[in-house]
């Protein structure tokens, strides 16, 4: 009986030895996957910050030129989106655009593209050069509900947009990037999803009629960070 006792005994040491092993295994695991995390959220964060930086230097020359060209554009400093107002390119409820607004166009387009283009680091960086339209929320006559409403100013929106992104081809900006635009440019309506709000809250129905234009960048996930491929690109 003592030795089965003995037995019993060196087979329930044997047993910790192996828990402990296995849970200081499971330790070790934990601590590499939490050092790859903070090294690759680290890494995440300063690519993030360079995009971010190069966007913004982008973003000043393209104000800049805008100013010395005499263009009037509202230009978000932090993000380069641009706002054109709907006046300077088209007439009310149309989506042809007005001689004034492919003149405008003629001078605006080559700025902004060529500005673009014109730093490597970002370039690399985009996945889409997006032009979208916006309409107020005014009402068409005729319409009985919304959701008409919403249906007839998306199609406004979406035409002007278009026209925008049709013209701009034509303009003078460096043809050496024309087949990297074709592969980038994206065009949208908007509708009146997205209204201008004045300092009390409510529409400023002058601003919410714009075309916009907005540089997308390639989002890098964390499973290429790691070095891993979850389904591919």
Same mark, same amino acid.
Request: hydrophobic letters at 40%; a negative charge.
């Given at each position: =009986?003592?030795?089965?006792?003995?037995?019993?005994? #060196?087979?329930?040491?044997?047993?910790?030895?192996?828990?402990?092993?296995?849970?200081?295994?499971?330790?070790?695991?934990?601590?590499?996957? =939490?050092?790859?995390?903070?090294?690759?959220?680290?890494? #995440?964060?300063?690519? @993030?910050?360079?995009?971010?930086?190069?966007? =913004? $230097?982008? @973003?000043?020359?393209?104000?800049?030129?805008?100013?010395?060209?005499?263009?009037?554009?509202?230009?978000?400093? %932090?993000?380069?989106?641009?706002?054109?107002?709907?006046?300077?390119?088209?007439?009310?409820?149309?989506?042809?655009?007005?001689?004034?607004?492919?003149?405008?166009?003629?001078?605006?387009?080559?700025?902004?593209?060529?500005?673009?283009?014109?730093?490597?680091?970002? $370039?690399?960086?985009?996945?889409n050069i997006v032009i979208q339209g916006h309409t107020d929320s005014q009402s068409f006559a005729g319409l009985k509900t919304q959701d008409e409403q919403f249906? $007839?100013?998306?199609?406004?929106?979406?035409?002007?947009?278009?026209?925008?992104?049709?013209?701009? #081809?034509?303009?003078?900006?460096?043809?050496?990037?024309?087949?990297? %635009?074709?592969?980038?440019?994206?065009?949208?309506?908007?509708?009146?999803?997205?209204?201008? %709000?004045?300092?009390?809250?409510?529409?400023?129905?002058a601003k919410s009629r714009r075309v916009e234009l907005k540089v997308r960048v390639k989002a890098k996930s964390f499973a290429k960070i790691l070095g891993l491929?979850?389904?591919?690109?």
């Amino acid at each position: =009986m003592a030795i089965d006792a003995r037995k019993g005994g #060196f087979k329930e040491a044997e047993e910790n030895v192996f828990w402990t092993t296995m849970a200081d295994l499971m330790l070790g695991l934990s601590i590499v996957f =939490m050092t790859l995390f903070v090294l690759a959220m680290t890494g #995440f964060t300063q690519e @993030t910050i360079k995009l971010q930086e190069n966007q =913004m $230097k982008a @973003t000043e020359e393209l104000v800049e030129k805008l100013k010395d060209a005499d263009i009037d554009a509202e230009v978000d400093k %932090l993000t380069g989106n641009v706002k054109i107002s709907d006046l300077q390119l088209f007439e009310v409820n149309s989506y042809t655009l007005t001689p004034q607004g492919k003149q405008y166009l003629d001078k605006f387009i080559p700025i902004y593209i060529n500005t673009i283009y014109s730093k490597d680091a970002l $370039k690399d960086s985009i996945s889409n050069i997006v032009i979208q339209g916006h309409t107020d929320s005014q009402s068409f006559a005729g319409l009985k509900t919304q959701d008409e409403q919403f249906a $007839k100013n998306m199609e406004l929106s979406l035409l002007r947009a278009n026209a925008v992104a049709q013209y701009a #081809f034509k303009t003078n900006f460096d043809k050496n990037n024309s087949e990297s %635009l074709r592969k980038m440019l994206v065009v949208e309506g908007k509708s009146f999803s997205e209204p201008v %709000l004045d300092e009390n809250g409510n529409e400023d129905l002058a601003k919410s009629r714009r075309v916009e234009l907005k540089v997308r960048v390639k989002a890098k996930s964390f499973a290429k960070i790691l070095g891993l491929n979850y389904g591919g690109d």
